[in-house]
């Protein structure tokens, strides 16, 4: 046996103590609760029935898609028309959010 003593780190406290995860809330979706609503999920079944199972702008497969509309909702967009409902890879949609923001941003200012 040897007769070294384990050195004890005292100086270090934990940062986060216990978390309590039975009072933790999904955050929700949207505010409006519009992509969470029945009318939505029937267009987005419907769309998703009716199409290949690929992102529509650059053809991946095997990912979530995602409903975009063509035409945002903050722009006028039609939000129940399956017309301008596109099927976006996560990639395809958060550039293509970004671009439309931008340029809502720039004809805002």
Request: net charge positive.
């Amino acid at each position: 046996m040897s007769s070294r003593k384990k050195a004890v780190l005292t100086c270090m406290r934990p940062l986060v103590g216990v978390l309590d995860t039975s009072i933790a809330k999904e955050p929700p979706k949207r505010a409006d609760g519009f992509y969470t609503s029945p009318e939505w999920r029937a267009l987005m079944a419907s769309i998703k029935r009716k199409r290949p199972h690929c992102c529509e702008q650059c053809g991946r497969t095997g990912t979530r898609l995602f409903g975009d509309h063509i035409q945002e909702l903050k722009d006028g967009g039609a939000p129940l028309d399956e017309n301008n409902v596109q099927l976006l890879c996560g990639s395809c949609h958060t550039a293509k959010t970004a671009r439309a923001r931008a340029e809502r941003y720039k004809q805002e200012y």
